[in-house]
């Protein structure tokens, strides 16, 4: 390995607050990592943990989940339905040995550009102290070579 | 390798119906057109596919006549049909096949030839009626008996008109009460009703069937009353396939493989088929 | 006088093959599993089973397999069609009702078209079997027409010695004749009695049950209906089962490449035959039901010759609900008619 | 009487006074330690039923067959406390309706006493007291916290050779009287979330699926443990999603039939420690 590791983190975050905290972010001029990749939705209710193990089989290192503040959902109570799904998911992943620092939750509300930025260099740092996911990636690999189980 | 498919170039994509299309696709390599060549015959069906959606079965709409390309006509409605509706010229899409039975075309020369087909089904007999129009004079009378929903839902309008200014093609088209346009010059009314007033003669005569299960049903009986034999109905049939090839085992209708075994069959082949399985 | 392997020759035997180059697979539990598995040493290999969980099949007909890798750029796909590795393969203490499963289902991937993916594994395949010795409750391969020292799609037999201490060895293929001459020196010439073999009683009368399948009117019969209402619609029976072999094709990846695989389907499952349009021919349980025993013991009949069933049991034995080909298979032989 | 033949003659005269239409019981089994699923429409046919320490499948999936309880009519069915808290757990997902289910209850003590339970409709049990305090079998509480120990790369380890036999039989999803799904989300293909393959990736998705799926809603009777044809240790990850749910909402599936399911719920105060 002669290149440095770069880690991939893939952001699942509401169009309504941290979309709009990111884009305070970027117009502030405040510089942050650009290894994350933000897929925006409409409302964290809507961030079905499927999406999570997409991003970990396309080979994301980290995943970030983040939406309003609680009392703040544009939907009145999305995040709040959100909540209680990530506590549970969050569970059944570090159960099954997928290491709870590379799943994140966050509140990121519109005016809170610099808490993004600084996050995202946070989770960038951790993850790349962490280095790749290997352990799932080496999954997406076997399954590329023929084999007769 | 037995799954494998040929890459196939779209060469046109032509709008039917709403939510029908026709691909034109040209062989890229002359090894593939060259085994197509030697093995089309008229009915055998594909699969066609798109890497990266999967494969979908449908017949070769165009006919033995005329090999140089493949057509195929297709309503989108799952996955792999909506993307390969969402084709363009010059874009790659993959064909395995010829596969199946085909329609016995020199056992009908010297005779009458009755063609019904409705809706979406008139690509598999389209290939055939080509297939003998090609070689005119070795049929006598022919007679295409064609009807869908509404006039829009009626597909290859172009050849229709073809057809009908034909001196020596008799066409009845129809479409189904509230299916037709203010000028809508020809017939109003189901299949099956058309046909029987057509009334063509069931002597020396073989006749193509295609439709959904229910025309089938009800136009078989009218074809009966009006003389014909099992024997002489051609038909066919389909179902979910996988591998075209007879392994995947799922097409069959009591033990018969549709992927194998048809998808050509006589009337009277299906009769004897468990009619639950179907 | 005939040849026989001693197993304290096994670690010996199997240095030998892998030294001609063969991987050497046997039963093995392991992570809480019976199947087949690769081993190094005998010490490796679970010769108490009457019958490991998992079938041979496995190997021959993986649960998915990689068929065509492809990568998609606007104008033009690349393909590259993928092969079965060329590893040749030495199955040990296969029991004669999984080595008929293979000789079944070996018509079907040639029936005209021939499956590569299946021949290519078989023929680098040597089938060692051994003949049973124990039988229990849910076997039964003496119902359709096979026995526990059947050498159908064996290349090589071994009987069991009465003693325990090794085999009676005899190749019944010029395959498992050319297997034995790598080993020839380990052989030995002996007269010791083998084990008797165990009594599987004959549960049902095949003969009579194909007869009424093939009879059009139990197609509608309402036997179906009742047999399979508890049917609860897994594919646990065909996946285990040693010549069920219907499959899925399905392409893996994203936009711009992948993998088409083929995967094992099941006549059980609710979409198997479902058309786009919603027509489902089946679709019902009994119906699908009715599909399974009709298509082992009528329509494979039909087309080579041959039952599609081995007489594992492995249906009846894992079946969460105690259903099975067994059961079934006695109703229909003893059905009024 | 014995409690077979008390409910032999209860679901016969069930039958015959036409209160039910079909009852769901248990009949002998392929061997003497199995019993299998029967369906008794007729009084002569409940004479068969079976009821003994080896019932022990879970029949409340039967209930939720597609099309069975359309037509309004009643149907009885032999259950144990874990079946009860299945139907619990249906009727507040408004999967059944509780007058068309009549209990004929029973309960397996030491894994030998049969105790019939009284009562014959849902309101007639009350479980919740039972049920929360219910722990599982030991082996399976040891094996939960032997894994709770262990290091996160050998958790992984240990659930990727168990995912790995998985050959996507489904019949974990196919026992379990919760997956009453019409369509599976991994028979989805537009888009296709969970591959259908089953090479250890695509069993890990199906697995992590088929558990969250079911946090909060199991009913913890196993039957998808026993179903299982290549032993995965199902009940150890539903075990661990039953108890999250627990510490972190105090909610425990089943309790009774008016809860509202916890993932579609919420309460302002939910804990949430590991939100930054």
């Known amino acids: 390995m002669s290149e440095p590791f770069e880690p991939k983190i893939v952001a699942f975050v509401c169009t309504y607050c941290t979309y709009a905290g990111a884009d305070l972010a970027g117009t502030s001029r405040l510089k942050y990592a650009p290894n994350v990749r933000i897929v925006r939705l409409p409302c964290t209710g809507r961030i079905s943990p499927m999406f999570i193990l997409k991003a970990l089989q396309k080979g994301a290192d980290s995943v970030l989940v983040s939406g309003c503040h609680p009392g703040d959902c544009h939907f009145t109570a999305g995040n709040y339905h959100a909540r209680r799904r990530w506590t549970v998911f969050r569970a059944l992943l570090a159960f099954t040995g997928i290491p709870e620092e590379r799943i994140r939750f966050s509140w990121v509300s519109a005016a809170e550009g610099a808490k993004f930025a600084e996050m995202i260099n946070e989770i960038t740092d951790e993850t790349r102290k962490l280095g790749p996911f290997t352990q799932y990636q080496e999954l997406q690999k076997v399954i590329e070579t023929q084999s007769s189980y | 390798m037995i799954y494998s498919p040929f890459p196939m170039r779209v060469v046109s994509k032509r709008a039917e119906a709403p939510g029908v299309n026709t691909l034109k696709l040209e062989f890229v390599k002359e090894e593939d057109h060259e085994f197509f060549k030697a093995n089309y015959k008229t009915g055998m069906f594909g699969l066609y596919g798109i890497f990266g959606e999967g494969e979908s079965t449908f017949c070769v709409a165009s006919p033995e006549t005329r090999k140089e390309y493949i057509e195929c006509t297709f309503r989108q409605s799952g996955r792999v049909t909506s993307t390969l509706a969402s084709v363009d010229a010059g874009d790659i899409v993959t064909f395995r096949g010829p596969y199946g039975n085909r329609f016995p075309i020199e056992q009908f020369e010297g005779k009458n030839l009755l063609f019904i087909a409705g809706g979406i089904a008139l690509p598999p007999t389209r290939s055939v009626i080509w297939s003998c129009l090609d070689q005119r004079e070795k049929y006598r009378d022919v007679t295409i008996v064609y009807g869908a929903r509404t006039v829009a839902d009626l597909v290859y309008k172009n050849e229709l008109d073809e057809w009908k200014k034909r001196d020596d093609v008799r066409l009845v088209l129809t479409v189904d009460p509230g299916g037709e346009t203010p000028d809508w010059q020809d017939h109003v009314g189901f299949v099956p009703t058309v046909l029987e007033q057509a009334a063509p003669s069931p002597e020396n005569t073989i006749a193509v069937l295609c439709g959904p299960p229910i025309m089938i049903k009800f136009t078989l009986a009218a074809l009966q009353k009006l003389g014909f034999t ?10 979910r396939m996988k591998c075209g090839v007879g392994k995947c085992g799922r097409c069959n209708v009591g033990s018969v493989y549709i992927c194998k075994e048809g998808p050509v069959f006589t009337a009277a082949e299906v009769q004897a088929m468990p009619q639950a399985d179907l | 006088m005939t040849r026989i392997l001693l197993r304290n020759k ?119 079997t051994i003949v049973c010795t124990e039988a229990d409750d849910f076997c039964m391969c003496t119902s359709v027409k096979l026995s526990p020292d059947s050498a159908k799609g064996a290349d090589v037999l071994l009987r069991p010695l009465l003693n325990g201490a090794g085999w009676q060895v005899e190749a019944v293929s010029e395959r498992g004749t050319a297997l034995l001459e790598t080993i020839s020196p380990l052989l030995q010439e002996n007269s010791e009695p083998t084990a008797p073999l165990p009594q599987v009683a004959e549960k049902f009368d095949v003969e009579k049950v194909m007869e009424w399948l093939a009879d059009p009117a139990s197609f509608e019969s309402q036997f179906w209906k009742d047999i399979a209402l508890r049917c609860v619609g897994c594919g646990s029976c065909t996946f285990l089962c040693p010549t069920c072999h219907c499959f899925d094709i399905q392409d893996e990846g994203d936009t711009y490449q992948g993998i088409r695989r083929k995967n094992w389907d099941s006549c059980s499952f609710a979409n198997f035959t479902m058309h786009t349009s919603g027509h489902n021919p089946r679709n019902t349980q009994s119906t699908r039901w009715r599909q399974r025993i009709m298509h082992k013991f009528n329509y494979y009949r039909g087309k080579f010759g041959v039952n599609s069933c081995s007489g594992c049991g492995r249906c009846t034995r894992q079946c969460p609900v105690d259903m099975g080909i067994t059961e079934t298979l006695q109703a229909i032989s003893t059905l009024p008619r | 009487m014995g409690i077979q033949e008390q409910y032999r003659s209860e679901a016969a005269a069930l039958l015959s006074s036409g209160e039910v239409k079909l009852v769901i019981g248990f009949g002998a089994g392929s061997t003497a330690d199995r019993r299998r699923p029967l369906f008794a429409r007729t009084p002569d046919e409940a004479q068969k039923f079976v009821l003994d320490a080896a019932c022990i499948a879970n029949l409340s999936t039967y209930l939720v067959t597609e099309g069975l309880l359309s037509d309004g009519k009643k149907v009885a069915v032999f259950l144990k406390p874990d079946g009860i808290r299945s139907i619990n757990i249906l009727i507040s997902e408004a999967q059944l309706k509780p007058e068309q289910v009549v209990i004929l209850g029973y309960a397996i003590e030491n894994g030998k006493e049969i105790t019939p339970l009284e009562g014959r409709n849902i309101s007639d049990f009350s479980i919740g007291e039972q049920i929360r305090s219910l722990t599982p079998p030991p082996h399976i509480l040891q094996e939960a916290e032997r894994i709770e120990e262990m290091s996160a790369t050998e958790r992984f380890e240990f659930w990727k050779e168990h995912f790995a036999k998985c050959i996507k039989c489904y019949a974990c999803r196919q026992v379990c009287p919760m997956c009453y799904c019409r369509r599976c989300i991994v028979d989805v293909n537009q888009p296709q979330w969970v591959s259908t393959s089953s090479h250890t990736l695509g069993n890990f998705e199906w697995n992590l699926v088929r558990a969250f799926h079911l946090a909060g809603r199991c009913a913890a009777c196993g039957a998808c443990d026993r179903a299982c044809p290549v032993n995965i240790p199902l009940r150890l990850v539903n075990y661990r999603m039953g108890k999250e749910v627990i510490d972190a909402f105090d909610y425990c599936a089943g309790e009774n039939s008016n809860q509202k399911p916890v993932l579609a719920s919420f309460k302002q105060d939910d804990p949430e420690t590991f939100i930054l």
């Not at chain 3, 199997?14 to 019976?34: C, D, N, T, Y």
């Not at chain 3, 089973?49 to 690349?78: A, G």
Request: aromatic share 12%; hydrophobic share 35%.
């Open chain 2, 230 to 239: 099992a024997e002489n109905v051609y038909t066919t049939l389909e179902n």
């Open chain 3, 10 to 128: 096994l670690d010996d035997c199997i240095a030998a093959w892998q030294k001609a180059g063969f991987s050497v697979l046997a039963p093995v539990r392991r992570h809480e599993m019976s199947s087949f598995g690769e081993v190094q040493k005998a010490s490796d290999m679970a010769f108490d089973l009457v019958l490991p969980e998992r079938t041979i099949k496995d190997h021959f007909f993986p649960q998915t397999e990689p068929l065509i890798k492809y990568k998609i750029s606007k104008h033009q796909i690349d393909s590259e069609t993928m092969t079965p590795p060329d590893q040749k393969r030495v199955f040990f203490g296969v029991r004669p009702c999984d080595a008929s499963g293979l000789a079944i289902d070996d018509p079907l991937f040639g029936w005209d078209y021939k499956d590569d993916y299946w021949f290519k594994r078989r023929e680098n395949s040597v089938i060692v």
